[in-house]
């Protein structure tokens, strides 16, 4: 019954490994309560994938078959190692009676390490990099590949963050509701850059890291499944499927393609249905937030049948809102777009030149567009090359490179 | 359980009212801190506490050498030395913090949350 992972090799065992990561990980913290040894485990675990499944089949339940036997080598290793503190003692003892379907305990188990993960105590840096490793699976490399610092001290960051998580004995918890709203919001703010570096990912290689979208909106819909009555969980959980929702129109031959010059037949119709339905249910709740009007954004665009059909200014009046609540220079840029279909580019421009935005790509992405659409052609280039030479996404830069090779 | 040090930090400089602007200030503070120190006890946290004298009173004893030599002063030179602190026993760092917090109101201070490697 078992599926063979095609040709034999270990790619096959490596993907099935990392779709399973996170699950794995968070069971294995659960029950032996030591970050470093859930993740030893696990690495033994897949070495022994890697010499089974490719001869004999992957098993029908992947996931319980890593849980188990990662449990197996940890209690091996607690036993080799003789006796450890009482905790491990504790976990020897317990019977382990996770269920591997896609719901029930397993699903809190990976809540609560997301909770431990993105805890106040961890500098913010640290909290996103230890969601990614822990709950994504991604390596150090790749970690630090998203954030444009080298290995080593990513290495030192997660490292650092792991050892006061064990000293400081931070719980594995998913907080109690009189402390969900202070810390909900940290945690929300890690899905969302999740999100953000899998759908326009920052370094030199793949442009999209779907593998990161679908995490994060995995463990959003677990959250949003947990807490149905916070409208900033319903509302996250709104704008990753609408921004999902086009993914497979956004990048044409490794070149982005902006919202207004997507093919929109190729936009995933039940992903912007089950959003429409979650904006209007936040709606009904009646207590707006940054993710809510982003979501209700979307779903402006997400309703026109055309870009010219754009209801631009719903599309200002949200952004309006959204800066009363986030009042950055980057909500006034995106204002700005808006406002550029409304009142025109130069009315626009006006409100981009004034941003202190000089070290933000899309500022001078915007910038280029803005100039390029008021016949500004040299200046139009400069900002181009500002806008290419500040970005690493490679769909992005032969985006703005065609652009800039359009002027004359 | 884990112990933590819960340490309160001062300005280096204090004034007839200790780190506080008036005498009221200062006797509000000791009420409401000595009120946090008996609850501490009551519910279970409670392992030890203290007010420290100003840092201006601390000398430093180097005795890695042949002979110990003393030093008038702190050990380092800063704007805010620690003032006081408890040591608490708590399940975990989010009963620590809560703790702390309410410590912090308490005395008006800022309060530092360190695990202890061990106690003796």
């Known amino acids: ?408 | 359980m884990t112990h933590y040090l819960l340490s309160v930090h001062g300005p280096a400089e204090r004034n007839e009212f200790g780190e506080y602007g008036s005498k009221e200030a200062m006797e509000e503070a000791f009420a409401a801190t000595g009120a946090f120190n008996d609850k501490l006890q009551a519910d279970g946290y409670w392992v030890f506490a203290g007010g420290l004298k100003e840092a201006t009173t601390a000398t430093v004893v180097d005795g890695t050498g042949e002979a110990p030599v003393i030093t008038d002063g702190p050990y380092l030179e800063s704007k805010e030395y620690i003032g006081g602190f408890w040591v608490i026993d708590a399940p975990d760092l989010d009963v620590a913090l809560k703790l702390a917090a309410d410590g912090s109101k308490a005395c008006r201070g800022k309060v530092e949350v360190r695990p202890f490697e061990g106690m003796a």
């Not at chain 1, 996250?236 to 929109?264: N, Y």
């Not at chain 1, 980057?330 to 580019?345: F, S, T, W, Y």
């Not at chain 1, 290419?388 to 032969?398: D, K, L």
Request: hydrophobic fraction near 45%; aromatic fraction near 4%.
């Open chain 1, 1 to 408: 019954m078992a599926d063979r992972p095609s040709g034999g090799d270990g790619a096959a065992v490596e993907r099935v490994f990392r779709e399973e990561y996170g699950r794995l990980i968070a069971s294995l913290v659960r029950r032996f309560g030591d970050i470093d040894l859930a993740e030893d485990a696990a690495g033994e675990a897949l070495v022994v994938a890697l010499e089974k499944w490719p001869s004999d089949g992957v098993p029908p339940n992947p996931g319980g078959w890593l849980t188990t036997t990662a449990a197996n080598r940890a209690i091996d290793r607690i036993r080799r190692e003789g006796q450890r503190d009482a905790k491990h003692q504790a976990a020897l003892m317990t019977y382990d009676d996770t269920s591997h379907s896609p719901v029930g305990v397993v699903e809190d188990d990976r809540l609560r390490l997301l909770f431990t993960c993105c805890h106040p105590a961890l500098a913010p840096e640290a909290r996103i990099a230890l969601t990614l490793r822990l709950l994504g699976g991604l390596t150090v490399a790749e970690i630090g590949q998203a954030f444009l610092v080298p290995e080593t001290t990513m290495a030192q960051r997660i490292t650092r963050a792991k050892k006061k998580i064990a000293a400081a004995n931070v719980p594995y918890r998913v907080p109690s509701a009189s402390d969900l709203p202070t810390r909900l919001g940290g945690v929300l703010t890690v899905l969302f850059l999740v999100f953000n570096e899998g759908y326009l990912a920052s370094g030199d290689g793949s442009p999209v890291r779907s593998e990161l979208t679908s995490e994060a909106i995995r463990l959003t819909r677990v959250l949003q499944v947990l807490l149905p009555s916070e409208p900033e969980v319903t509302g996250l959980l709104a704008l990753m499927l609408l921004t999902e929702a086009r993914h497979s129109a956004r990048v044409r031959s490794g070149v982005l393609v902006p919202l207004d010059e997507q093919d929109r037949s190729g936009w995933d119709r039940s992903l912007i249905a089950e959003g429409h339905a979650l904006v209007r249910s936040c709606l009904a709740i009646n207590r707006p937030g940054r993710y809510q009007l982003l979501a209700a954004i979307n779903a402006v665009h997400t309703s026109a049948v055309s870009a010219s059909d754009t209801d631009w200014s719903q599309v200002v009046a949200l952004y309006d809102q959204l800066l009363l609540v986030d009042p950055s220079p980057i909500v006034a840029l995106n204002r700005a777009v808006a406002v550029a279909e409304l009142d025109g580019p130069s009315v626009a421009l006006a409100l981009v030149d004034r941003l202190p935005l000089e070290g933000y790509h899309p500022w001078h992405a915007v910038r280029a567009d803005l100039l390029r659409r008021l016949g500004r052609s040299t200046e139009a280039k400069d900002a181009y090359g500002a806008a290419i030479n500040s970005t690493a996404n490679v769909a992005e830069r032969a985006y703005l490179a065609r652009k800039s090779g359009e002027l004359v």
